[in-house]
């Protein structure tokens, strides 16, 4: 049997544990290092594809809600509250990107093409159409339904989780699983050559393991491995202010993310507090500044549990070195804003057991697991690049240098395409879905100087009426359905 | 309405040229936008591609071309795959089927539990776990179930079709649809001097044709995307040596197998097609190895019926079109690049070419962006297949004659260097997103053609031994018992070309090698 130690305390640490010993049954042990483990942020937003992982990890939905106070999500709400543009007579954007496909496609052509031909834009905004954004709009929820019929099968959720109760919860799930633990104040390693030979805790204990798998904040072990310094991702900001103020009577199926003039608010609503980050530029805005607008846009909510954090995160050079797998803010944040760690992790652990070496040597699998996470971090950087490019606001020195700062050729790419044919390029190792770019580079603003040619060539007055329908079905269903608490209140009860 | 293009020009017949009118004439509205196809029936086709893939059934329901009709009319039959003849090492055989094999087992590729039991226990080969392989060794075919729980519903099918009659059959579907046809020659082509856009082409006649959008499906010599473009060609025969092919008919002869037949040579390998009417063979080969006349005899003396006609003598060159799409021309078919037709490829690309076009058909702007995408796609495919291809070559152990001593050991791309050596090591597969061969093609090959893996993957270890022998019992059975009930091939077919036929063909088309399950 395989012997993997983990060092950390984290989400990270606890779900890799669980996942291993679960599905491969292995022997895995935990160390808790002490302080290795405190960057982490405080909520995170779980996309879609996290169910498939729960699913493996024989984690219950209803059990994971009532344990770690877990909410529904449906969709992401961006705000500008860019000035009025007399030029595009227009006052910035606000749009709801959920994440269910928006509209359905007639003949082969894709809802977009659809709505720019049939002039829909003049009415309508483009998440009109879209029963995931109209559900969010109005704090209704409800579980997809599994009938084709019904346009509640188009939908999809994520799930907002209170980042230590979710560690918690794997924790716990983990040691029922037969992981062992303990804990440590500090550790040194014995190498040989490129791998970890053995690892010494600070009470003299020694344990050897086929891997290793570091989650510390700083890559304790992978440092030590390979002390050389790596790269940073490219972001236009470089630090963040997290803040907490009470939550609403209401809860929201909305993350929030909001441009402001020195950065990005992005505000988590939970089901008991609202938790808050606000992303700046520090060689822009001081600290002092940032804590003041943060209070202005809180209103007359208290801010409490504020901490600023740098956005440093290292990359390094190869995520897996030997037999040692930097995990977690270690091995970078492509994406800070948007991403979070626990998905990072949940996607690297299902590449982890994927590709998990049945010989000593891992270098051929460890080769190919740093080229698909290569992949998908630039991926997600992307996403991150297209939201501060595409993202404008006047006056705002922050907003200037941010759609300035340079954006790869891939992204280039991706937006020249979408902008000449109103289609999305797809890039392999992408986590995000077409469907997602769509509604997010149509709701943001980007529109294609073109619908498809071949719409001129259809009958379009079957797909007119079609669209008309769409908008009252959904119309009809929305008023039909629970509030996003009652709906909590309802599953949670005993 | 957008400054659409009204006029498309199609240069070349033959399976691409019309198989590019028909789509045309099917997504156009051809009272807005004229095509014209030129051909020459002075000039040959090479219609090598006989057998296809599932996508053309895809294609064709695209078209809304009804099957029997379809079938009765090019003398088509049925396939579930590509028998492979002494590739790995002489004597052996394998069969390339268009369906998984098993199932996943607790979330675990199923071929890491078969390597499990091979190395521990007893050893079945990974064929009895193919219903697509079984049924056709058995010479049995029957339309695939829709019930993905369903055993039956583990495989898909595609054709076997004469490309001459296929072409004139997509000929009539076009022209019917108003599509113009031109007879003759191109002596000459117009370009705007200052963009280098083709502007006309002039016929031998002096009549002149002019166009927004040409389609070069002149084959290989690339009429408009190389002799007037100069589009340029990456040449990849240094792993694809091949650069000939005979090809040749004869009687149909035993009973009629549903699939195709790839039998390795000295210096190349035999392609054997059965259709309705009659089989057709050819000999792929390189000339370095041996001449056209060891060619022609070779490939004479291995058909098991009386030949008909001489064969058809074709020469290539391995590789890719720089840009499939340069400037206002696009390259459809054998003028796009040459992939020899071992996997059936050839009619796909042409589909693939097509498919791409009609997501990013251009307006007169000719948007700079719409082409890189589908040349960016098209790129990615073309070297997938290529990959897919050379392994077929690399991954052999005959040593029999310089051809094979050639392949055997020659550098292949890093990129399939280093898929070949995870699936050495523990029977990892390389996933992408998109594309034409995945997980089930890859096994079939790598074992077929002996490469097997020294260990599997350590998830396979979560069951007990006879447990696990209990699993795989029950899968073979089920695969067994469901292959002895299928009908046989040639019942099927005559059942469903019959004038007043009962038998109704309920499985879904789809852009897929591989069956629902």
Known sequence: MKKVIIAGSNATAWLTAHSLRRQLGFDVTVVELKGACANGRRVESLPPTAHSFHRSAQFNELDLIKRTNACFQLSTHYLNAAPFDPETKKSGYDFVHSFAPIGVDFDGLGFQHYFKKLGLEANNSFDDFSIGCQMAKNNKFVHPVSNGQSILSTLEYGLKVDTLAYTEYCKKAAKQSGVTSLMADSLTLNLDSWKIASIVLDNGLTFTADLYVDTTDDGLLHRMLLPKKSTQFSTPCSSVLRFTTPSNSEISTNTRIQAINSGILKSVPLADRIEHELFFNDSISNEDNVIAQAQILSGSSAISDSEFHALDYQVPETFWLGNCIALGENAGMPDPVCGGEIQLAQRAVTRIIELFPAADDHALFAQEYNRVTKLEYSRLNEFQLGLFNLTHQQDSDFWQASNEFPIPESLQHKLAVFLQSGNIAKYEQDPKPVSFWLSFLLGIGVSPKHYDPLLDMLDTAQAELKTKRILEIIQKTIGQLPSHREYLNHILQP | MQDNIKKVVIVGGGTAGWMAAATLSRFLDLQKCDVTLIESEQIGTVGVGEATLPHLRFFNARLGIDERDFMRR???????????????????????????????????????????????????????????????????????????????????????????????????????????????????????????????????????????????????????????????????????????????????????????????????????????????????????????????????????????????????????????????????????????????????????????????????????????????????????????????????????????????????????????????????????????????????????????????HPGALDMDKVRLNKVLAELRSEVQEAARGMTSHQKTLEEYLKEDSKLQNQSNAAASLYGVR
């Open chain 2, 74 to 456: 090019t003398q088509s039959t049925y396939k579930m795959g590509i028998e492979f003849v002494n590739w790995g090492k002489s004597g052996d055989a394998y069969i390339h089927p268009f369906g998984d094999y098993a199932h996943k087992i607790n979330g675990k590729s199923f071929h890491h539990y078969w390597l499990r039991n091979r190395k521990e226990d007893q050893s079945f080969p990974l064929s009895d776990y193919s219903l697509p392989v079984k049924a056709a060794k058995a010479n049995k075919f029957q339309f695939p179930s829709q019930d993905a729980s369903s055993v039956l519903s583990t495989f898909s099918y595609s054709y076997h079709v004469d490309a001459g009659l296929y072409a004139g059959y997509l000929r009539e579907y076009a022209e019917a649809k108003s599509v113009k046809r031109i007879e003759g020659k191109v002596a000459s082509v117009q370009q705007d001097k200052e963009t280098g856009f083709i502007q006309s082409v002039k016929m031998e006649s002096g009549q002149i044709v002019e166009g927004e959008l040409f389609l070069d499906c002149s084959g290989f010599r690339g009429l408009l995307i190389e002799q007037t473009l100069k589009t340029g060609y990456q040449d990849w025969s240094k792993w694809l040596i091949c650069n000939s092919a005979q090809a040749i008919g004869c009687k149909s002869s035993g009973e009629l197998e549903p699939y195709s037949r790839a039998t390795a040579q000295e210096a190349g390998w035999q392609w054997r097609i059965p259709l309705q009417h009659r089989t057709g063979n050819g000999y792929v080969y390189s000339s370095d190895f041996i001449s056209d006349d060891q060619a022609t005899e070779t490939l004479l003396s291995h058909l098991d019926a009386e030949p008909i006609g001489t064969p058809n003598q074709l020469r290539f060159l391995t590789g890719k079109r720089n840009k499939v799409w340069n400037k206002n021309c696009i390259a459809v078919g054998l003028s796009s690049g040459f992939l020899e037709p071992l996997e059936s490829t050839s009619i796909y690309l042409i589909q693939d070419a097509l498919t791409h076009l009609i997501e990013h058909f251009p307006t007169l702007a000719f948007e700079s962006a719409k082409i890189d995408e589908f040349n960016r796609v098209m790129d990615i495919e073309y070297e997938r297949i290529r990959d897919f291809l050379i392994l077929h070559y690399h991954a052999t152990s005959r040593q029999d004659s310089p051809f094979w001593d050639y392949v055997r050991t020659m550098n292949i791309p890093d990129s399939l260097q280093s898929k070949m050596a995870l699936f050495k090591e523990q029977g990892h597969i390389v996933k992408y997103d998109d594309g034409l061969f995945l997980e089930p093609s890859w096994l079939a090959v790598y074992v077929g053609q002996g490469v097997i893996p020294t260990g599997f």
